[in-house]
């Protein structure tokens, strides 16, 4: 049962999670500080169990029908493991939440409740933002939120525009990635930001959003922005040629790759930067 939890956490995406957490801890001063172990124990297994072991409970419908899930891409889950999701989703989650509210700037424990929430009423009801157009893509700002609690819960003031930037940058991942979903979210009457827009109306809003990005970036770090335009433009220029949902798939191994290489750019930076004390 572990393995399969395992397995629909999605370990190949626990990067969006991970990754910002490490470079929360990098922006606050921090090469490395054991007090980041816990938050970052929590970012793993729990909290991707909780994103999409969710997501897989309620998007049950839509998952019968979609040729991707199954894979690396997503869980396929049965009925029998709705109740065993719910439970491990709770028993690894709630532990660390009340520990974080008891051992934390109560500023911190306040982006982490948020960012719990947000996570779960993107696919649960009522809220469900997946299935409400712009919500969908608005509620994955949360993705940003460990630039904002993990310096917080290491006393210290957040990057704010690295935050807001990261915002606006999963704004458009989100509505990109659902791109290859047009057909099953349609099919099943989830009215989301690409089903509403369409492939190319949809490549033109990523491009707007990964354009604020961009820019945001670029006022923190500028290697960072270039990589980030390169990749946003490899991607959105894959859908403009071709606008199908099909193109989209085919492009989704590049999308999950963008945080990686975006990251590495980032991290060898900070990294450099840190050991050279050229950060205060």
Not at 28 to 40: K, M, S
């Amino acid at each position: 049962m572990l393995k399969r939890l395992i397995e629909i956490s999605r370990p190949v995406l626990w990067i969006n999670t991970i990754g910002t957490t490490i470079t929360g801890m990098w922006l606050a001063g921090f090469l490395w500080t054991w007090d980041i172990v816990p938050i970052l124990i929590w970012v793993t297994f729990p909290f991707n169990l909780l994103i999409y072991g969710i997501n897989d409970i309620f998007d049950q419908e839509t998952d019968n029908i979609n040729a991707r899930k199954g894979s690396y891409e997503g869980a396929h889950i049965y009925p029998n493991e709705v109740k065993p999701i719910w439970i491990a989703v709770l028993a690894t989650n709630l532990p660390f939440l009340i520990y974080f509210a008891i051992t934390l700037p109560w500023q911190a424990t306040a982006w982490m409740l948020l960012y719990s929430l947000f996570f779960t009423f993107y696919s649960a009801p009522p809220l469900r933002f997946k299935a409400r157009k712009y919500l969908d893509a608005f509620s994955n700002t949360d993705y940003a939120f460990p630039l904002a609690f993990v310096p917080l819960a290491l006393s210290r003031e957040p990057m704010w525009l690295a935050v807001i930037g990261l915002m606006a940058w999963s704004i458009a991942k989100h509505a990109y990635d659902a791109i290859q979903d047009i057909p099953q979210d349609s099919g099943t009457g989830i009215i989301t930001t690409a089903v509403h827009l369409g492939p190319g109306k949809t490549a033109i809003w990523a491009s707007f959003w990964w354009g604020i990005s961009t820019v945001l970036f670029a006022l923190v770090n500028i290697p960072v922005a270039i990589v980030n335009a390169a990749i946003a433009g490899f991607l959105v220029y894959g859908i403009f040629k071709t606008p199908t949902p099909e193109k989209a798939h085919a492009l989704y191994k590049y999308s999950i790759a963008f945080p990686y290489l975006a990251g590495a750019v980032a991290g060898v930076q900070l990294v450099t930067g840190l050991v050279l004390g050229l950060y205060p």
